[in-house]
């Protein structure tokens, strides 16, 4: 009686086995990295355009919802302009807007006074839970926007030519301080390092 015959892997089947299998791993490893990098690079610029069109959005809404309401500041006696800004104050932009929700119903008014600067190449927007503010009163901060090299405005004047600074030189001192003329459209020109100059103009509400 004959037995039967035993197959099975030489050593050599089993080591090209082994290495197949490892150049097929490290190939599914490259293509698994690369693709989670390619998701955290996705991630990170659909977070930086979110963050580009909030702070545009914010900016552009305030504008168009400015309100002429000069408002007083550290027991000042001279009334800061209701929409400022000009490169010898202290903020890029300085306005006095409606629009400011109070869901919950806090005695205070739905006007808002909000400004913005860039410190660091952060922009940031401060508001005031008052109007009217006196040495104590503390501004709420909020980081809009990184890597930021320029945020500028020209307004359009009611003679339809445009201005850098606001109030024009033209309604500079105490009267034209006090009136609260608005422009009739505001021009923003932001700069991202990453992003180049992004403009928008912006028609302020008669």
């Known amino acids: 009686m004959k037995r039967g015959l035993q197959s099975g892997f030489t050593l050599i089947e089993v080591f090209v086995a082994l290495s197949v299998f490892g150049v097929l791993s490290l190939l599914a490893y490259m293509s698994l990295g690369q693709t989670l990098a390619n998701a955290d690079m996705l991630n990170a610029r659909m977070d930086r355009l979110q963050s580009i069109q909030r702070t545009v959005s914010y900016l552009s809404s305030e504008l168009l919802q400015t309100v002429p309401r000069p408002v007083r500041v550290d027991l000042g006696d001279t009334p800061v302009p209701a929409l400022q800004s000009s490169f ?119």
């Open 88 to 206: 010898g104050t202290d903020f890029a932009l300085q306005l006095t807007h409606g629009g400011w929700p109070n869901s919950i119903g806090v005695p205070r008014s739905t006007l808002q006074r909000t400004a913005y600067r860039i410190e660091d190449d952060e922009l940031i927007r401060y508001h005031w839970n008052v109007l009217d503010r006196t040495v104590n009163s503390t501004p709420i901060t909020t980081v809009m926007l990184e890597e930021v090299e320029s945020l500028t405005f020209r307004f359009l004047q009611q003679t339809d030519e445009w201005t850098e600074q606001w109030p024009p030189l033209s309604a500079q001192g105490a009267q034209g301080t006090q009136s609260g003329n608005l422009p009739r459209a505001v021009e923003i020109v932001l700069t991202l390092a990453d992003e180049g100059e992004i403009s928008r103009v912006i028609e302020v509400s008669p």
